[in-house]
């Protein structure tokens, strides 16, 4: 008979999910969130991340966030085999380069590559669900924090409650209930539904471990002066943050779309002793002064715009940022609508299920070149941020 033990020891992927579920209680007992008048934080804190209100949420979280591991690296796997095989039995090289059309026509209604689809799209979905109801259950609690922090410091908040919103912001991206604008605990729940996103695929962001790694491979202006950083599309600012500890010094703000994403990142900064300036706005028009930063950076943003958009922002990053001023902005390797099979597929599928509306266009656009065009000299020497994301290094000149 097969025992738990044993079965849970059964394949890598399971155990490596397993491990996953406790690394991010390691930090524990060495919170650094400050408890502020109106905090609350019923739980503590794991280091930088405040503890989800409840036993059964956070066990909740600890599981999708296992499940969506365990998934990625095995499930997926087998998807991926799945699909070679296809490929095979059609006559195909499993390694060619496909089309849209042609990658949708192997996996057609396959049950294998259907169920990992299904059962990471549920996972999804548990995990919105779970955060949502938890702060909507406890809104007039949490509603009342926010309210406290908005005035408070260090660091500001400034909301602009005559912004025009464009529709193309207001989908729900990678099926977050209400988006980044149409929720109030938007911000709550893209904090703790993106920590599962990280464990799931790239690592541990707990302590914003990646947001802090890439802002501190931002390479500096040749003239070493960082007086005034600037990051659009922020979300709750966890890269703002990261620099503004890199650069005590600087001035730094922090912008986004999405007033609920700025309140709860201002909050949070706020309880982390962090002074950044959050404000909401739009990217495509900061309203800052010509050539008025150092640093201009962008974190995961364009793969979530229209081309129209990606453009217009690149536009106005070279406006605001000064002659020797560094752009960096980090988001997904570019270059064609073309790619190896079951990647394609995995594109498609993400676009088409997890609602990454805008996905498919950024994925056809050069990012890089369109950067070039807008008159910033791109540094090919710097390595990228991070694995599949393009070398982003730009200089204003
Ligand atoms: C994937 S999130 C990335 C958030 C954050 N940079 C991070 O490190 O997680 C994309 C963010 O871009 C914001 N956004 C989308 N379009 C925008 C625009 N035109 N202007 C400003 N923010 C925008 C969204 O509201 C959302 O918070």
Aim: glycine fraction near 10%.
């Amino acid at each position: 008979m097969i025992g738990r033990r044993s079965l849970f020891t059964a394949t890598g992927a399971a155990a490596t999910a397993l491990s996953s579920f406790f690394a991010g209680r390691a930090a524990e007992a060495k919170s650094i969130v400050k408890k502020v008048a109106g905090d609350v934080e019923l739980r503590g804190a794991d280091g930088r991340m405040e503890r989800l209100g409840s036993l059964d949420l956070e066990s909740q979280m600890d599981f999708t966030a296992g499940f969506r591991e365990f998934n990625n690296k095995g499930i997926s796997r087998t998807a991926a085999m799945r699909f070679q095989q296809l490929m095979k039995e059609k006559g195909m090289d499993p390694k060619a380069i496909v089309s849209f059309d042609e990658m949708h026509a192997i996996a057609g209604s396959d049950p294998i590559i259907g169920m990992s689809a299904k059962t990471w799209l549920a996972n999804q979905q548990v995990t919105w669900k779970s955060l949502q109801d938890y702060f909507h259950a406890n809104a007039d609690m949490y509603l009342a924090e926010m309210e406290a922090a908005d005035k408070d410091g260090p660091g500001s908040l400034t909301l602009d409650a005559n912004l025009e919103i464009p529709d193309y912001t207001k989908h729900e991206i990678h099926i977050q209930p209400g988006g980044y604008v149409g929720d109030p605990f938007a911000g709550h729940m893209y904090h703790y539904g993106t920590n599962s996103f990280y464990i799931g695929a790239i690592g541990h962001n707990e302590q914003d471990q990646i947001h802090k790694g890439t802002a501190n491979n931002i390479p500096m202006p040749a003239d070493g002066k960082v007086k005034r950083i600037l990051e659009v599309g922020c979300g709750l600012g966890q890269m703002s943050c990261a620099l503004k500890e890199r650069f005590p010094d600087a001035e730094v703000w922090a912008t986004d779309v999405g007033a609920p994403m700025v309140r709860y990142g201002h909050m949070r900064a706020r309880d982390l002793g962090i002074a950044v300036n959050y404000g909401q706005g739009l990217a495509e028009k900061t309203g800052f002064p010509d050539g008025h930063f150092d640093i201009t950076v962008s974190y995961i943003m364009h793969h979530e715009l229209p081309q129209t958009a990606t453009r217009a922002v690149i536009a106005e990053a070279n406006r605001v940022t000064r002659t020797g001023g560094v752009y960096y902005p980090v988001d997904f390797n570019t270059g064609g609508s073309t790619g190896p099979a079951y990647g394609m597929f995995r594109r498609w599928w993400d676009h088409r299920w997890n609602n990454e509306v805008w996905s498919r266009e950024f994925h056809t656009l050069n990012f890089s070149d369109e950067i070039a065009k807008a008159g910033f000299t791109l540094n090919a020497k710097t390595p990228a941020a991070l694995p599949g994301f393009g070398a982003r290094h730009f200089v204003k000149t």
